[in-house]
């Protein structure tokens, strides 16, 4: 069975600091890995994604994350966060069981406050 | 273009009624799905289906119900609510496939009482 696990629930920080949500996967096959967003009273939607190839992937809204598969994890970061990014952020993991059925695994969620 | 929309936004219930919650899309997707979202729980899945007529359990599924008879619509429904579904439940769908993106809707808060 697959996991995900953000290591944080909330991450404060100030307008125009750097920022790194957490999260870890665990599971016993190939994994595609998500980052979705969520600003107030919205649905969700795709940040990034990592299929495969390089380990580095960019996003919208200049975010970024790295894939790192000895460690099982799949971080993502912003250089400099703006008050816009105010959200609470998904990582996710994609079912590759045989039966194909394109579900999502979701972690908990971690809320990012930018503070002006 | 729309996406997904689902009905109603917002709904307050009192325990032991029924509803149902639409979810309607137009992106010709074949895979549709149903999740709750509490605090501290992230999204959990209840239903979800691969194709027109075909349904299935995720990892919440008691004290619900889904029906996919037209493949833009994915209905979700309670028979008789309880405190404990109180949610905001969102719906999704896809293409086919592990690495697509899904398309979120803006989500139904459902208070029960």
């Known amino acids: 069975a697959q996991s995900v696990t953000q290591l944080d629930s909330q991450v404060p920080v100030f307008e125009e600091a750097p920022v790194e949500l957490r999260c870890n996967y665990s599971?016993?096959?190939?994994?595609?890995l998500f980052w979705y967003v969520q600003y107030p009273n919205q649905g969700l939607q795709l940040l990034l994604k990592?299929?495969?190839?390089?380990?580095l992937v960019k996003g919208i809204n200049g975010f970024e994350a790295e894939f790192n598969k000895s460690q099982t994890s799949f971080h993502l970061r912003k250089p400099s966060v703006h008050i816009s990014d105010t959200a609470e952020y998904f990582c996710a993991v994609s079912d590759l069981g045989s039966s194909n059925t394109g579900k999502l695994i979701f972690g908990q969620g971690t809320t990012l406050q930018v503070k002006p | 273009n729309a996406g997904v929309t689902q009905t109603p936004k917002f709904r307050v219930l009192k325990t032991g009624q029924s509803m149902t919650l639409l979810c309607a899309q137009d992106m010709n997707h074949e895979y549709m799905y149903w999740y709750r979202q509490d605090p501290g729980m992230g999204l959990r899945l209840i239903h979800y289906?691969?194709?027109?007529?075909?349904?299935a359990k995720g990892e919440v599924p008691d004290g619900y119900n889904v029906s996919r008879l037209k493949k833009q619509n994915f209905l979700l429904g309670l028979e008789s609510a309880a405190p404990s579904q109180t949610s905001v439940y969102f719906c999704?769908?896809?293409?086919?496939?592990?690495?697509?993106?899904?398309?979120f809707g803006q989500g139904t808060r459902l208070t029960v009482v």
């Open positions: 999704a769908s896809k293409n086919r496939g592990p690495s697509t993106e899904a398309f």
């Open positions: 990592y299929l495969s190839g390089s380990t």
């Open positions: 599971s016993s096959v190939s994994v595609y």
């Open positions: 289906s691969v194709g027109e007529g075909t349904t």
